[in-house]
């Protein structure tokens, strides 16, 4: 999302369009390597089926691997880094998604950025995305997250998707784009 506002403006879309997805890919097979690692060695170790533990969600991040580390040598220095890691993911992720819905606005209504500070629109926007985001802080918020977690991102996404690919990549043509953005 956020690479588009981000590239520079003589730089070649497709060069990035194959390394981003490349990183990404091989990333998520070493995740799902570590994961998968990790779930076989507790169910070897407490000998029990690998059906029986946690696979998904929140139980995986907050259950079974803490479970795990605790079987580990140095557990408590080991505990600090995973939650440091799952906290500097998190902020990483609003970062990237906060640029690019600022980025966004501003490029659809320009005249923002030209009648106020860009210090004042950073604070409108976070403020929105924290008025936005009390759903969740209630009692009912894991439910509600629980709703726009399976709800709001499955098969609608995936239909985007697959309409970006095939007006972009089919019907407008990736040659025509790559001359679009040298302009």
């Known amino acids: ?13 497709l060069k990035a369009s194959f390394w981003i997805p490349m990183a ?16 076989g060695h507790i169910s070897y170790k407490l ?24 079987q580990l040598g140095w557990a408590n220095f080991f505990s600090v880094i995973f939650f440091l890691m799952l906290v500097t993911l998190g902020v990483d992720s609003v970062f990237g998604n906060f640029d690019y819905y600022q980025t966004f606005v501003s490029d659809l209504f320009p005249i923002i950025l030209k009648t106020m500070r860009r210090e004042y629109y950073c ?12 759903i969740f802080c209630n009692r009912a918020g894991f439910y509600t997250f629980g709703m726009f977690d399976e709800l709001s991102a499955g098969v609608s ?5 697959f309409m970006e690919l095939i007006i972009i990549g089919y019907m407008f043509g990736i040659d025509k ?6 302009i």
Do not use: H, W
């Open 1 to 13: 999302m956020y690479y588009g506002s981000a590239r520079k403006a003589n730089e070649k879309i």
């Open 24 to 39: 990404n890919s091989l990333t998520s097979i070493y995740a799902a390597l570590t994961v998968f690692t990790f779930l």
């Open 47 to 70: 000998n029990i089926s690998i059906d029986e533990i946690s696979g998904q969600g929140m139980d995986l991040a907050f259950v079974a691997y803490p479970g795990l580390l605790n």
């Open 123 to 134: 604070a409108l926007v976070t403020t929105f995305c924290f008025l936005c985001s009390l």
């Open 157 to 161: 996404l995936l239909f985007c998707l």
């Open 177 to 182: 784009l790559d001359v679009l953005l040298e």
